[in-house]
């Protein structure tokens, strides 16, 4: 156990639904973020907050809307996604931000869009 | 085009071999992270270094940021080892972005 949770786990939708992906993390960190592991490619930053504000989004499309309404959760609302968007989702925090501090994944959410 | 290079793609060992990762980027990098995941998905950060070596273990780190290379390797390796490595420059730019290899997947078998 990393102290990052995500549920579910696992998620399958169809492209007309709409869905949230949570996270939590027990370990007093300031910042989280979003990442996707499509298969085959590497992993891509998608958001990061940092002391609950926005402070990267990596070009990611309207239908994925971040929320971070406090330092130990973090949302990923889905909307009218594609079968393209399915993948791995992972959520990780660190103490800070910058390229010094270690990040701590969550287990990750297996979504699958039909 | 992928500013990170990993080598091998995968690698399969005898239990009790040297394993050597290779990782090659282009951009310039004040530090890199070295992560594992496991089957599964989860993610387990292993090394962050800027300079020189680091050792945990059985796993021991190395960066020459003139070189810009970073190797992983793993002593004694054993099939808990099994894994997907993956190397992850933090490129310029933004404090928080991490460039990710592909990563290379390692099999021990016993």
């Known amino acids: 156990e990393t102290g990052v949770t995500q549920t579910p786990r696992h998620l399958v939708m169809g492209m007309t639904n709409k869905k949230s992906l949570k996270c939590e993390q027990h370990?007093?960190?300031?910042?989280m973020y979003w990442y996707k592991q499509s298969a085959k490619k590497p992993l891509e930053l998608m958001f990061v907050?940092?002391?609950?504000?926005?402070?990267e989004n990596n070009s990611v499309p309207s239908r994925f809307s971040p929320e971070c309404p406090n330092s130990s959760h973090l949302f990923l609302h889905l909307h009218t996604l594609q079968p393209e968007d399915s993948a791995l989702y992972l959520c990780?925090?660190?103490?800070?931000?910058?390229?010094?501090?270690?990040?701590?994944f969550g287990p990750g959410t297996r979504l699958t869009v039909l | 085009k992928n500013e990170v290079e990993q080598s091998p793609q995968n690698l399969t060992a005898q239990e009790g071999e040297f394993i050597t990762i290779n990782c090659s980027y282009s951009?310039?990098?004040?530090?890199l992270h070295w992560l594992q995941q496991h089957p599964g998905g989860g993610i387990v950060s292993l090394f962050m270094?800027?300079?020189g070596k680091k050792k945990h273990g059985r796993l021991i780190a190395t960066i020459n940021i003139q070189e810009k290379h970073s190797s992983l390797h793993i002593t004694a390796s054993h099939p808990r080892d099994s894994a997907v490595y993956i190397c992850?420059?933090?490129?310029?730019?933004?404090?928080?972005?991490?460039?990710f290899g592909k990563g290379t997947l390692l099999t021990v078998n016993p």
């Open positions: 992850a420059p933090h490129s310029g730019g933004s404090n928080y972005k991490l460039t």
């Open positions: 370990l007093g960190h300031n910042a």
């Open positions: 951009v310039g990098i004040s530090a």
């Open positions: 990780a925090s660190s103490r800070g931000g910058g390229n010094t501090d270690t990040q701590y």
């Open positions: 907050y940092s002391l609950e504000e926005r402070v």
């Open positions: 270094l800027s300079s």
